[in-house]
């Protein structure tokens, strides 16, 4: 396995020994084989990796969506494979953030109750300090002036970062991206990188993307890559150049 790694203080999410297998006898698919990663708190990471490598997996492992084989996770230090199914849930709807390459906005209402609408669900008060996170994170993505609009008024572009913004206000200690830009033009895509890179850079907050795309993951601090439902490499600030090569590497093993 090729690494270049940092040595975090402290982590965001964690897994060790995860292995997720869906089937039985000679049937029975890997799809996560003994992975052990760290992901770092206040940066932006991208998982990449061929079709069927098991990004997928890993993210829905992680954010608590799916339940591993064998093996830990651990998120914001909390053991996710401890939580019964109610504590489980509760855990993503306090701590997690979700954006998904569908916007999941709801139709009728504004962008600004689109954004709010989780806060409310849970039922915590939007008082001045929710207020105020929300003037932070409307200004970091640039929607100021689209708060009033319905989504059917507002680019995909913009409708995904009302999603980002949805994720960033209820104070997520991840935000888990899942292909975000699939859906979107290049020069939307580039925007909604850029934003995703900003929430992480001038709000602190930890970023995990998934995606297919070396472009978009050169917008990251950090990106993992998987082949076989095994992790091939951990790349700190990698070039185009270098991710290019680590991916050909990977698709040529799931390949062999």
């Known amino acids: 396995m090729t690494t270049t790694t940092h040595a975090p203080v402290a982590t ?19 799809a ?51 939580l019964d199914d109610d504590r489980l849930t509760r855990f993503r709807r306090d701590h997690l953030g ?7 906005l709801l139709p009728m209402l504004t962008a600004r109750q689109n954004i709010l609408l989780p806060l ?10 929710v207020c105020d996170d929300l003037d932070t994170v409307v200004s970091v993505l640039g929607l100021g002036d689209r708060l009033g609009h319905r989504p059917s008024e507002l680019s995909g572009g913009q409708q995904q970062r009302v999603a980002i913004a949805r994720a960033l206000v209820s104070q997520a200690s991840i935000v888990f991206a899942d292909e975000p830009t699939g859906n979107l033009d290049s020069a939307a895509s580039a925007e909604v ?41 951990h790349l700190v600030s990698p070039s185009r150049a270098e991710l290019v090569s680590v991916l050909a590497g990977s698709s040529h093993r799931d390949a062999s």
Not at 21 to 28: F, I, S, V
Not at 50 to 59: A, E, F, V
Not at 61 to 71: I, M, V
Not at 193 to 221: C, F, P, Q
Request: with cysteine.
């Open 120 to 129: 409310e669900l849970a039922g915590r008060r939007v008082d001045a300090n």
């Open 12 to 30: 965001a999410a964690s897994a060790r020994d995860l292995t997720k297998t869906y089937g039985t006898g000679a049937a029975a698919v890997h």
């Open 32 to 82: 996560l084989d003994g992975v052990d990663v760290d992901l770092a708190p206040g940066r932006f990471t991208a998982v990449m990796g061929p079709s069927g490598s098991g990004k997928s997996t890993l993210m829905h492992c992680l954010a608590g969506l799916d339940r591993p084989t064998r093996g830990t996770v651990t998120v914001d230090g909390v053991d996710l494979t401890r």
């Open 98 to 104: 979700f954006v998904f390459q569908a916007f999941n």
């Open 193 to 233: 990188l850029a934003y995703l890179r900003r929430s992480v850079r001038e709000l602190g907050r930890t970023v995990v993307m998934v995606t297919h795309e070396i472009d978009a993951a050169a917008y990251a601090d950090d990106v993992v890559v998987l082949a076989d439902g095994r992790i091939r490499s």
